[in-house]
């Protein structure tokens, strides 16, 4: 019997080393994707640099605080897109944080048990909505209704002074935040959720056996111990709101000035960008908007660094070390007293007449206790309802306008109409978004082909060979693929843009490099997702396999990808779905066009630019198609989201959380 | 001696599981019930039904009366019936967001007592009862969860005692602790019996024995039997109590 497997053995020895081989070549090529990350994030870096540097060396500290743009004589400067971005974006956490918090409180511990998750997911729905589409309907349902109701009502409440003068005009820096505060708002809400849903129940049933009412749990122990989580959440909305875009662009009136009141028009670095790139061929005009991009990343950069710092801070905070908080007492000298005092002089606090004190005045005290308790379970649930109140809107009012375009067949299958108004005895024809989708299409191709074999490969080697050897590599291109998804759409798409310059002016803006950009904006979502889906699969999966002798590569590619997949194909569609909402990245890259595809290097069509370019157009037929082509977007939504949500709700994870 | 609390046929149910079926127990004032039985059996249940923490999960019911001085606990306002009714946990639950300090000053606050004088003779008085005091006196204002395990279940039962309630319930204080750790519990428990009334469940027969005046004994959900401990453990009624005394099953 020995003689046999010895002799199988022997046999077996050339087919080993070749596993074994295969396994190094597995792990170097995983390790080589991973690095491609490295890579990207150094390239960004280098082309944003090296395009603003003739800006740079031309304008220096000047440009940080110069408050004109001025492409004919080539004056630059950048203070009113800083103050623009910093304030619309901070007048948005101050409006969307509070909502959110009661959003999240209400769904996490006030909610009935059984609308939770229903009422969760359709608050996270809001998030989906692709930014242009909310801008479009900002445009037509914000707008109106600033001008005509908020901002005269404003004005005449506050005497028109100060941060409130101005003509109300509705396209402004009022708008630009409410409209940051929709956007943000989900975001904040969902973390928030989250971090209040992961402190144990038993830390609430422990508040409530004191005596505590429902909201005053909520508030003593589960707040505080979800502040990191919190914190991190609005970070995380920060940074959304600082390099948003097409939805500010839409709304803000594009007036490159210090704003002077919250009513005056203005413009963010993000919309200065947005709304020029398109415009200035190649140098120093394009190099100063490169230079915007710049700023921009450093502010959205600094932002996380100290978020992360914070969170850092908070969670020492936690568990920190006693000594640092020792000499902290609140009041020594009472303490100290007492602590001489000897155990055996207890008696004389005896608890029967404090007891009765304290409990009647308590008792008499729940009355207002109450009032506080339900005056919160109010708020919280009027915070639910503004929160609703923009997807509501948002989809009647793309029913509405888009409904009849949707389901007429020839839409999806025509060219974009001749712009036309109908009038007496003049109908005009409803054309079609037939290009855009055909070019959508094409550009999420080219977009997965580059971002999901990169990203699942990164992913694959950041969970199995970076987690157990805790290698730099793998360290650093995590951080940085966390980086890469926090960067601002358009500077993705001014990136791929000027890398593109260095090659070849004419195909700068075409598919190829539109579709690149998506990938860019897709690989460290498929990376990450990738990543934390393989690493919930239990380690004992990989043991049994590598046990039965499986080798590396096969237990990483069959075993742990296929008990992941479902979560792994559901981190692909949600960035297949980020990649087909995004307008910024496209604008500076695809060209736009009204014609059906012409090739990889030239311009192309798409769905988001097609709305973009269309959203305030005077012909009502191109107004009827943008809005059509925004309800396909959001159907398209809302099917991929469902379909994650199926996915990943019947892995069974948390059948029933009780 | 009038009952301290009331139980009449309580019954209890998660969704459509009954897990308590006419439980009547009279739990008697200023001494120690235990209550003993196989895991399962619905010990924990019947004690969160003592506070009403019971209604706090989701999907579940309860029916009967449990009177608390002769009153329905229905009937009072719920926040009174917490502060004069507390819990222990079996694991121990500082808050991690509050020092040691204020985790025992938390429930005083939510009393109403705001006064730094009070708070502080609340708090070390609290600290004292629970045995913790002479540990953490140079260090009150650490994070609780900066504590060993033992002391963190002494800082839960601190927190408990600071808000001064008539009953405390207490879930198998003891199942995470040291011999050491669980001898101290058991020393303030003893202590505890003259001015408050203990209610605690344990695994412990032993400790049941040790600390206990009254021991109910739980079995599927049905009280099996409920007398004097030194009955219960060398005179039971039931056949099945003496088995499970004895060892011989559970
Ligand atoms: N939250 C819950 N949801 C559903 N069923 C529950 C829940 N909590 C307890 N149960 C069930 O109710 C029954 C009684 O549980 P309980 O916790 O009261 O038992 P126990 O006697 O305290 O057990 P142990 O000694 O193990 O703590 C058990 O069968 C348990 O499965
Ligand atoms: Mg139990």
């Not at chain 1, 909305?237 to 948003?244: I, N």
């Not at chain 1, 699942?456 to 980086?483: K, M, T, W």
């Not at chain 2, 608390?68 to 502060?83: A, S």
């Amino acid at each position: 019997m020995n003689a046999a497997r010895g002799s199988t053995e022997a046999k077996n020895a050339p087919r080993v080393r070749l596993l074994r081989g295969l396994d190094r070549i597995f792990h170097a090529a995983t390790a080589a994707f991973a690095a491609g990350i490295l890579l990207l994030v150094g390239t960004f870096l280098a082309v944003l640099l090296s395009g603003a540097w003739p800006a740079i060396v031309r304008y220096g500290f000047g440009f940080l605080t110069g408050d004109v743009w001025d492409g004919v004589h080539n004056i630059y400067g950048a203070l009113p897109a800083i103050v623009g971005t910093l304030l619309t974006s901070g007048l948005a956490l101050l409006l969307a944080v509070p909502i959110a918090l009661g959003v999240a409180i209400f769904l996490s511990d006030i909610a009935p048990p059984r609308l939770r998750e229903p009422l969760s997911y359709v608050v996270d729905l809001t998030a989906a909505i692709p930014s242009v589409v909310l801008g479009f309907w900002a445009f037509i349902v914000v707008v109106p209704w600033m001008r005509g109701t908020v901002e005269p009502a404003l004005a005449s409440v506050t005497g028109g002074v100060g941060p409130f003068s101005g003509p109300a005009l509705g396209l402004d820096i009022l708008t630009a935040t409410i409209v940051l505060a929709v956007m943000i708002l989900p975001t904040i809400a969902a973390v928030s959720r989250e971090a209040l849903r992961a402190v144990p129940r038993i830390q609430r049933e422990s508040a409530l056996s004191l005596g505590a009412t429902r909201w005053e749990a909520t508030r003593m122990v589960a707040l505080g111990q979800a502040r990191s989580g919190i914190v991190g959440g609005i970070i995380l909305g920060l940074g959304r709101a600082l390099g948003e875009t097409i939805a500010v662009t839409m709304v803000i009136g594009n007036i490159f000035q210090i704003p002077t009141s919250l009513l005056s028009p203005g413009q963010t670095l993000a919309s200065q960008i947005g709304n020029n790139f398109g415009e200035v061929g190649p140098g120093i005009g394009l190099d100063a908007l490169v230079e915007l991009g710049v700023i921009l990343f450093a502010i959205t950069l600094a932002v996380n660094v100290i978020a992360r710092l914070l969170i850092w801070r908070m969670g020492e905070n936690g568990r920190s070390d006693p000594s640092r908080s020792r000499w902290r007492l609140r009041s020594p000298w009472a303490l100290a007293r007492r602590s001489r005092r000897p155990l055996g002089a207890r008696s004389s606090t005896a608890p029967e007449p404090w007891r009765e004190r304290v409990h009647a005045a308590a008792a008499a005290r729940i009355v207002r206790r109450r009032t506080v308790q339900w005056v919160m379970v109010g708020l919280t649930v009027a915070c639910v309802v503004v929160a609703l109140l923009p997807l509501t809107s948002v989809i009647i009012t793309a029913v509405e306008h888009g409904g009849g375009a949707v389901s007429t067949a020839s839409f999806y299958t025509s060219e974009p109409p001749l712009e036309c108004n109908p009038g007496p005895g003049r109908t005009c024809s409803l054309g079609g978004i037939g290009p855009a989708i055909e070019g959508t299409l094409i550009l999420l191709g080219v977009a997965a082909l580059f971002a999901v074999p990169v990203g699942l490969f990164a992913g694959i080697y950041l969970s199995e060979y970076g987690r157990r050897s805790r290698h730099p590599l793998a360290r650093s291109a995590s951080f940085l693929a966390d980086v890469m998804t926090g960067v601002p759409t358009i500077l993705v798409g001014v990136f791929v843009f000027v890398l593109f310059l260095q090659f070849d002016h004419n195909s700068a803006t075409s598919a190829l490099s539109g579709g690149l950009a998506l990938g860019v904006l897709m690989l460290p979502i498929v990376t990450r997702a990738t990543e934390e889906s393989l690493k919930s699969v239990p380690n004992g999966v990989r043991e049994a396999a590598l046990a039965l002798g499986f080798p590396r590569h096969r237990v990483s590619l069959r075993v742990v990808l296929g008990s992941a997949r479902r979560a792994v194909v559901t981190g692909i569609l949600l960035a297949l779905s980020r990649a087909a909402g995004d307008t910024a990245a496209l604008i500076a890259t695809a060209g736009g066009s009204n014609f059906w595809f012409q090739g990889l290097d030239r311009p192309t069509a798409a769905i988001t630019p097609f709305i973009f370019n269309n959203f305030s157009s005077s012909y009502s037929n191109l107004q009827e198609d943008a809005w059509g082509a925004a309800l396909v977007l959001l159907l398209l939504m809302l099917v991929i989201s469902l379909g994650a949500r199926l996915a990943t709700r019947s892995t069974g994870a948390g059948l029933d959380g009780e | 001696m009038a009952p301290k609390m009331e139980v009449k046929s309580l019954d209890a149910w998660y969704g459509s599981r009954q897990v308590l079926y006419e439980v009547s127990l009279d739990i008697p004032e200023g001494a120690v019930t235990a209550i003993i039985g196989p895991s399962g059996c619905g010990k924990s249940t019947f004690l969160r039904c003592l506070n009403r923490l019971h209604e706090e999960t989701p999907r579940s019911r309860s029916s009967g009366a449990i009177l608390l001085d002769g009153e329905d606990l229905y009937k009072k306002d719920v926040v009174t019936v917490r502060f004069r009714v507390g819990m222990v946990f079996q694991k121990a639950t500082p808050f991690p967001n509050m020092s040691i300090y204020e985790n025992v000053a938390a429930g005083l606050r939510l009393l109403g007592v705001h006064r730094r004088d009070e708070l502080d003779e609340g708090v070390v008085d609290a600290l004292q009862r629970a045995g913790l005091w002479e540990e953490v006196q140079e260090n009150v204002d650490a994070p609780g969860t900066s504590l060993s395990g033992g002391q963190q279940q002494r800082l839960c039962i601190a927190r408990a005692l600071a808000v001064r309630p008539e009953v405390l319930l207490m879930d198998e204080p003891c199942s995470a602790l040291d011999p050491i750790a669980t001898n101290r519990i058991e020393g303030l428990i003893a202590t505890l019996r003259s001015e408050y009334t203990v209610v605690i469940v344990t695994h412990n027969l032993a400790q049941a024995r040790r600390v206990s005046d009254h021991t109910a004994f739980f079995y599927l959900g049905k009280l099996v039997e409920f007398d004097e401990t030194a009955k219960v453990f060398e005179n039971a009624r039931e056949k099945l109590t003496e088995n499970y005394v004895s060892g011989r099953f559970g």
